[in-house]
């Protein structure tokens, strides 16, 4: 089942980018250095299943299956080659190897790498799409319309977290804190895999 | 797609294939468009080719929102092949797939055109209208000077605002239609040619306008 106290290696730091906005392409790469201090990060296995809303306050890497909401506004998201969200995903910045339906949302960045299959809708400060990567969906580049979107979103989501949250919330913090517990993970998320992979 | 000119459905040969001798060539109705997103106001760009690095850092110059249909993918997958016209009512359908809640300002429809039958050209622009705020603009790539054109519709990418690289396969070729302005004009009723201009590669660039599309529905009719 859920592992989530185990780690895995940070992001990987070195991007080929193509940033909007006249911005350095150095730039994510000081933002993963800085988000990845400790040089760890949560990892969702390739056997795991989640349902539900996923928030935590560490990055996180999905090589697993998320269906629901993910919400990471201080920290990175990586959904790594055999990950599969179909989610709507808000994170201070996202980084895309693998497949993913649902909307994005960047506060900083959001890299969509070579071998990804995205459909969905991008709105982030800066977006990198490297040559090769499967994408359908729209970009939103008006510097204007992501401010008021990420604003909006991260309003709702605070005013959310503030009432309480949703009820299937699984923050993904909480969840390292009681792998120890037997079953907990269980009992916290609609996990469907009951294997815990090795961190990648 | 032209019967003539697909003997296989496309696959994914198309989107992977190998490229060779790219050639580069300046566009200078799509640097016209480009210029006009200099103009202090929200865009949106519908592409229905392929999602493009390069055409991302262009446009993440302006104020914009970019919506990619990479309508050859669709027809990949849908398995649309030589001489079928019904299914590509599929692929014009295909462009409400993911649909924003804004119109489009600007699509960019770089060589399509040239693959298609007077019907499926129809029922494209229809989808594309209905996508579209009225007075919208179209840019296309139409093969004119050369006999013969890629068998497969090509795929480019802007250098800068005013040039675009061709990557299509030099091989297999086919004959190119050479569709002549009242061909276009009479088989997308609806739309006007705003301008159009001969480019060193020997192709035509259309700069075209939607007016009246007979049969979208849509933002173009005040949705």
């Keep these: ?200 | 797609m032209r019967a003539h000119s697909v003997t296989e459905p496309l696959g994914a040969s198309m989107a992977r294939a190998h490229f060779d001798a790219p050639r580069e060539f300046g566009v200078p109705l799509f640097r016209s468009l480009i210029d006009k997103l200099n103009e202090d106001r929200r865009w949106v760009i519908l592409d229905l080719g392929a999602a493009r690095p390069q055409t991302v850092e262009l446009l993440s110059r302006f104020r914009c929102r970019l919506e990619i249909a990479d309508l050859a993918d669709t027809v990949t997958a849908s398995g649309v092949g030589a001489g079928d016209p019904v299914r590509f009512t599929d692929l014009s359908e295909a462009l409400h797939a993911n649909p924003g809640n804004e119109p489009v300002d600007i699509a960019f429809c770089w060589d399509f055109l040239n693959y298609l039958i007077p019907e499926q050209m129809t029922e494209l622009i229809k989808g594309i209208a209905a996508r579209c705020r009225p007075d919208a603009f179209v840019h296309a790539l139409i093969a004119y000077s050369d006999p013969l054109m890629p068998q497969w519709p090509g795929q480019f990418m802007p250098v800068d605002d005013g040039r675009l690289l061709n990557l299509s396969t030099a091989e297999p070729q086919c004959l190119a239609p050479h569709y002549s302005p009242e061909d276009l004009t009479s088989w997308m009723p609806g739309v006007t040619i705003e301008r159009v201009r001969l480019l060193t590669n020997g192709m035509q660039e259309y700069l075209f306008r939607l007016s009246d599309v007979v049969g979208a529905s849509g933002f173009s009719r005040g949705h």
């Design chain 1, 1 to 200: 089942m859920f592992d989530l106290n185990k780690k895995g290696p940070a992001a990987p730091t070195q991007q080929r980018t193509n940033t909007g906005g006249g911005q350095d392409s150095n730039a994510n790469t000081q933002t993963a250095s800085r988000d990845s201090q400790t040089g760890e990060m949560a990892v969702i296995g390739r056997s795991i299943k989640i349902e539900g809303d996923v928030r935590g306050e560490e990055d996180l890497r999905i090589e697993g299956d998320v269906t629901g909401s993910i919400h990471l506004p201080n920290n990175s998201l990586t959904i790594g080659k055999d990950g599969r969200i179909k989610a709507d995903a808000y994170a201070k910045s996202v980084v895309v190897d693998g497949e993913v339906s649902g909307d994005l949302y960047g506060a900083e960045c959001v890299t969509i790498r070579a071998n990804a299959n995205v459909e969905c809708n991008v709105v982030a400060a800066r977006v990198s799409l490297e040559e090769g990567a499967r994408f359908k969906g729209s970009i939103d580049m008006d510097p204007e319309r992501v401010k008021k979107s990420l604003s909006k979103k991260l309003g709702s989501r605070e005013r959310a977290s503030d009432s309480g949250g949703k009820p299937r919330s699984t923050p993904a913090s909480a969840l390292n804190s009681r792998a120890a517990e037997p079953g907990a993970a269980q009992r916290t998320a609609s996990a469907k895999s009951s294997k815990a992979e090795p961190a990648h």
